[in-house]
């Protein structure tokens, strides 16, 4: 998967979409509340595997997730811990494939420290942080 995304703020009525750099913290969206994430990707898959595997690292802070328009983890944002558990999304993928992560800053205590003026605005951009990765992955088979 590219590491070139296309982002845009959801918020302040700016609809100005920017190429960015996954993971990180794109510094032109700081001071959102909300950004949107896009990118397009081939079906990563070798012979012998039945599905993707999508995980998302740093993920901050709620999300959610579209994979060619069908919504992964059910309606709402996803619950996990975005500091220790990476976010992991199987699908079933087409040929061509885009992926929409859309992350919001928290409307809890959940952003810790970073959802305090203790961290500078510009490190505090709702997105990707860590890492991601796209691998095939076969489904789990049981002997008996």
Known sequence: MSEEWQASALDGGKSETHTVTVPGKPAQLAGSDAVKY????????????????????????????????????????????????PCRVAFVPYEDNEVVVTCRRPQDR???????????EGERVPGIWWGMTLDGRPLPTSRT
Do not use: K, N
């Open 38 to 85: 896009r990118t397009r990707f081939p079906d990563p898959r070798d012979p012998g595997d039945d599905v993707a595997l999508l995980e998302l690292r740093g993920l901050y802070a709620h999300a959610e997730i579209d994979v060619t328009g069908d919504r992964i983890g059910g309606t709402g944002a996803l619950r996990h811990d975005a500091y220790f558990d």
């Open 110 to 120: 959940f952003g810790g420290i970073h959802d305090t003026d203790q961290v500078p």
